[in-house]
């Protein structure tokens, strides 16, 4: 033993077989209890995310696996060479090692952080197809990559610090150029925010009806910087989203949200001024009647039928209910209503009263005179 001591000794001063043995022996139980170590290890972390509700369990302790399992190794290595006596003249090596310690912690760290956001990224898409969740398809990505930039950056700078480099200057940098950028990107800016915004209140979305200050159409698609509406006329515009984000947008489509589906029909009838007290209320009991007889009028809002005022030459009846939302469905109702109530109208001995207007002319020869330059539908008196 002395003699293989001395040669050791020889070799690396200090070094013996004690020490020798004893870092084989940590790398061989490293190796040995590795597996046994990670899982454990995994299934404790499954019982304590089985207390919680959620589908992001099993990705998340995936994700960890060999993060965690290649950190053991490393460490059991790392433990392995602290156990000899490094010299630190003329290289200095123990120096060296606890660098590359300290570098590999970190890499692994980045490396566990990055398996975390993968698997952070499947929970948020799965989140971002139920239409009821306030995360949206379109934002999903940008989240991931985001926080996948976070901990780049993050991480070099700390690789960098811990490597002896001051960062102080280069986070300055960073702070100039970010905000020389921003200055003259100011609209781009503007609208990766607004389609932020959107992504996350969610107004409307890919397929709705909207309407706003300048635009109506169906959206098809909401970009980073602009949202495509195909207008009726089968245009396309490209609405920024910085406007859309400060303007009032009426999404139309919501018509359909559940227990709703229905589109308001509101009329009024001009009567003609034959008709009596009585005869104007038997017209709006019979309209009403009808209403509530018709298949097409929705009945959860009861239909509003009313004898509502006097015009110039027309006694008013508001006519209000509600029918079906989509737009074909909706115009047929109010086609059918209409008819109906003519046909009523016609069943009852009333009309409906047309504009007319009398105009006097003092004297026939005023009157002859405005015939003569080609006027219609006058007559003089």
Excluded: C
């Amino acid at each position: 033993m002395e003699t293989i001591d001395g040669a050791l000794g020889a070799v690396l001063p200090g070094l013996t077989m004690w020490q020798v043995s004893l870092s084989i022996f940590i790398i061989l139980f490293t190796l040995f209890l590795r597996k046994p170590i990670l899982k454990r290890s995994l299934k404790a972390m499954e019982n304590i995310a089985a207390k919680y509700e959620g589908e992001w369990d099993e990705d998340f302790t995936r994700s960890i696996g060999q993060p965690l399992s290649a950190l053991i190794l490393v460490y059991g290595f790392l433990l392995s060479l602290n156990v000899l006596p490094l010299p630190q003249d003329p290289i200095n090596i123990a120096g060296f090692i606890d660098a590359a310690e300290l570098l590999t912690v970190l890499f692994l760290g980045l490396w566990l952080f990055s398996r975390m956001i993968t698997a952070l990224d499947k929970v948020i898409r799965k989140r971002a197809m139920d239409p009821d969740h306030w995360l949206d398809a379109g934002l999903a990505p940008f989240i991931t990559i985001s926080l996948r930039i976070i901990v780049f950056v993050t991480g070099v700078i700390i690789i960098a610090q811990n490597l002896g480099y001051s960062v102080s200057g280069l986070v300055a940098s960073l702070g100039l150029g970010a905000a020389a950028l921003a200055l003259a990107s100011k609209d781009t800016l503007s609208n990766l925010f607004g389609s932020l915004m959107i992504m996350m209140d969610k107004p409307f979305q890919v397929g709705d009806w909207i309407k706003g200050s300048g635009f109506e159409g169906t959206v098809e698609e909401i970009g980073l910087r602009s949202t495509r509406v195909r207008t009726f006329e089968k245009t396309m515009m490209n609405v920024p989203n910085s406007m859309i984000a400060n303007l009032i947008v009426e999404n139309l489509d919501r018509r359909k949200d559940r227990d709703l589906n229905m589109r308001r029909v509101n009329i009024t009838l001009g009567i003609a001024m034959d008709a009596d007290a009585d005869g104007m209320e038997n017209v709006v009991n019979q309209i009403k009647q009808l209403l509530m007889d018709e298949p097409l009028v929705d009945k959860r809002y009861e239909p509003m039928v009313y004898f509502t005022g006097f015009g110039e030459s027309t006694f008013d009846v508001m006519v209000y209910y509600f029918a079906n939302s989509d737009w074909r469905d909706w115009l047929f109702a109010k086609q059918t209503v209409n008819l109906k109530i003519m046909r009523k109208l016609e069943e009852l001995g009333l009309s409906l009263a047309y504009p007319t207007r009398t105009v006097l002319l003092e004297g026939p020869d005023m009157g002859k005179n405005l015939l003569k330059k080609g006027g219609k539908n006058i007559s003089a008196t």
